[in-house]
């Protein structure tokens, strides 16, 4: 049976001249139930046992047009993922634990990958099939964090493969902001279906 992960969909909008910050914008009236005030997104305080070590380097993200959403990514840590970039990033998420709710795995995963946890209102998205039968079920919600500033969890596996010896790497190493069309070619390609959701969401027309 193929595995559940649970992740969250982070977006904010670059604020045009003289407009108010839209950093942090809800998504339209009726998008989602209880839609509010903005959310934002506030520091977990170390979590999933992360050391500053392990942080990631925030990357340089497309930017999008003033008023047009930009969506915030990560790239997987590990020596796998080190020289790949084109449909190697992801959203922040991971494994749904047994008898786990997804949106609170979501919101684990999230602060386990970036040391930040964003607030509610949170809007699901139908789930996404990655390459493998992987489902990814995942929630749009409003917020800024700097990418610069995340701090991720590590895992270790054995490096050089067959030597015997354990290293440990960051779950994450970096971060960015990107617009729609740069995240398209950056995102995995199971998930790109994520941000054609999140684009007809905000009525910005579909994602690249």
Do not use: C
């Amino acid at each position: 049976m193929a595995s559940l992960s649970a992740g969250l969909l982070l977006y904010r909008r670059r604020a045009a001249p003289g407009d108010d910050d839209l950093s942090a914008r809800p998504l339209p009236e009726g998008a989602a139930a209880g839609a509010g005030a903005a959310s934002g997104v506030s520091a977990a305080g170390g979590a999933g046992g992360a050391d500053t070590t392990a942080g990631a380097n925030g990357a340089s993200g497309g930017p999008a047009a003033p008023g047009e959403p930009e969506v915030f990514l990560v790239h997987p840590g590990g020596p796998f993922w080190q020289k790949k970039d084109l449909g190697a990033w992801s959203i922040p998420k991971g494994e749904v634990a047994a008898g786990e709710e997804p949106l609170a795995a979501a919101r684990r995963e999230f602060a386990e990958e970036t040391g930040f946890r964003p607030g509610p209102p949170f809007h699901p998205l139908a789930p996404a099939r990655q390459a493998g039968g992987k489902t990814v079920a995942a929630w749009a919600v409003a917020g800024d964090l700097d990418a610069a500033a995340i701090v991720s969890g590590t895992f270790s596996m054995e490096w050089p493969p067959r030597s015997g010896r354990r290293q440990s790497f960051p779950e994450v190493d970096r971060g960015g902001w990107f617009s729609l069309a740069e995240a398209s070619e950056k995102i995995l390609a199971g998930q790109r279906p994520l941000l054609a959701q999140l684009a007809a969401l905000l009525g910005v027309g579909p994602a690249p």
